[in-house]
């Protein structure tokens, strides 16, 4: 689970939506939109794939900490 500010944010698995690209292989981070309870949350996302644009759907594959994941096309 992600956390952030006491709040619940993600689990492995929760599909989200990418808000701005996601660099391939790890080089950098991204961000995700994910909805939780009917909010919306953004968080640091990183892929050890391609790159993911703007757009596309992903899923959370691995917790790296308390503001980022690891994450992988839908």
């Known amino acids: 689970v992600v956390a ?6 993600a689990d ?4 989200a939506d990418v ?11 991204g961000k995700i939109q994910i909805s939780v309870n009917g909010s919306v949350h953004e968080i640091d996302a ?4 391609d ?5 596309k759907k992903v899923r959370v ?5 308390s503001s ?5 096309m839908a």
């Open 4 to 9: 952030k500010k006491s709040t619940w944010i």
């Open 19 to 29: 808000y701005l690209r996601i660099p391939a292989a790890g080089e950098g981070r």
């Open 51 to 55: 790159a993911i644009a703007t757009g």
């Open 46 to 49: 990183m892929t050890k794939g």
């Open 12 to 15: 492995e698995g929760k599909i």
């Open 61 to 65: 594959v691995e917790i790296c900490d």
């Open 68 to 72: 980022s994941v690891i994450v992988e």
